[in-house]
């Protein structure tokens, strides 16, 4: 993981909890689900899923529908589950200091937030070298990979699933 906190396990525990809480206040059978189906890990051990999501697009509905994909996915696994968001083309603003397309503070939170609690982005270096940008040009929580899809079949061959939009 690069930049930023440093991953807390046990801080995903507990947010995972308290997803299953809030589901909770709304109906008990999705209490039931979410408790049924969270699976937890011991400190170190490896994630049991990975995933890889493809970013590349910079409408406000889409970036949140893979941010809200990614939250279900960490409710749901809890820290059996490894998730990468590669961001390239228009999404890559997502993932920069200084966007060069709007980014919602809503969406510039959700990846804050999501990194904190162990979701690696990826920022692709072609599109930053189209944009006359360099890797510092990338938010500190973010890891600069040379190209964005070589990363998605990289990681797709180390067998993380595929999940674009």
Known sequence: MSGGRKFDPVRRR?????GGVVAAAGSGAAFADSADSLNLTFPGQKA???????LNQSGHDYQQHILSSVQALLRRYG????????????GISVVLKKPVRPVARDIRAGVASLHDYGVDFHGCG??????KLTRQALLPLATYVPMGAADLMELQHKGYAYIAW
């Open 79 to 90: 820290d059996s589950i490894h998730i990468v968001v590669t961001c390239f083309g228009p």
């Open 126 to 131: 072609n599109t930053l070298r189209t944009l």
């Open 48 to 54: 049991k899923h990975h995933i890889v999501y493809q």
């Open 14 to 18: 507990v947010i995972v909890a308290a």
